[in-house]
């Protein structure tokens, strides 16, 4: 068994399940047999009502939590605006901003869509990273631009052991997720979510070794997340309007 399904083996069997799976199986979407899903730019809306993962115009989320040992603060807003994807895709964008005690350490632009089974697509980002003390763009895709592929950030039906690419783009964003968990219950500063909440983990090939679990609440979206490998590194949902 190779490092990497060792260590979601590892982290599964904490999370009390216990299925066998590689991020980058076919479910996932193989590189040896290529991934390049067919899309019909026709079959999507801006309009998102996955119940994991509700993007409703004008709601914006706080998270609160440590991050490279600093304390962050992300600001989430789902804008008004579209974005219009080489693929032909029209996206929500949706904006991200983290900061350390008032200094901008991220500002980034990420694009959804949904299908019409409703699952919801993740179709590039514009990232603006200040944490090395000068501007790097290098984590911007764009579906379509350079072989981008969108992905999956969230099934319309997701159950165990379901796995499935959230973007791709060789060697510059290749995160993966896998259903390990459903009808958990968390308390978040927000407030607690009982017998409803969704697991994943989640992995990348350009990123060996890094590992994060993701809880998601229906009617919000992540309502906390941590890395299970590596530095310390945790976000809780600690408010919501819209």
């Known amino acids: 068994m190779n490092t990497v399904i060792s260590a979601i083996a590892a982290a599964a069997v904490a999370l009390g399940t216990v299925v066998a799976w590689s991020p980058w199986s076919s479910a996932a979407g193989s590189t040896k047999t290529g991934y390049e899903p067919a899309l019909n730019p026709a079959d999507f809306s801006t309009k998102i009502t996955n119940p994991y993962f509700p993007l409703p115009v004008g709601r ?7 991050k490279d040992g600093k304390t962050q603060r992300d600001v989430v807003t789902v804008t008004d605006r579209t974005k219009l994807t080489a693929e032909g895709i029209r996206a929500r964008i949706v904006t991200d901003v983290a900061k350390h005690n008032g200094t901008l350490l991220e500002k980034t632009q990420d694009w959804y869509a949904q299908d019409k089974a409703g699952n919801v697509w993740y179709v590039g980002e514009k ?23 969108p992905g999956i950030v969230m099934k319309a039906h997701p159950h165990i052991p379901q796995a499935y690419r959230q973007e791709y783009l060789r060697g510059e964003a290749e995160d993966t997720a896998w259903v390990v968990r459903t009808h958990g219950s968390i308390t978040v500063p927000f407030a607690t979510f009982k017998h409803v909440t969704l697991v994943t983990l989640e992995a990348a090939r350009i990123e060996p070794g890094a590992y994060d679990k993701k809880i998601y609440a229906p009617g919000y979206g992540i309502v906390y997340e941590n890395a299970i490998t590596g530095e310390p590194e945790i976000s809780k949902l600690v408010k919501v309007t819209g």
């Open 60 to 66: 914006q989320l706080i998270y609160k939590g440590t």
């Open 127 to 149: 990232t603006a990273d200040y944490t090395s003390g000068t501007l790097d763009t290098s984590g911007s895709w764009e579906a379509g631009v350079n072989d981008g592929e």
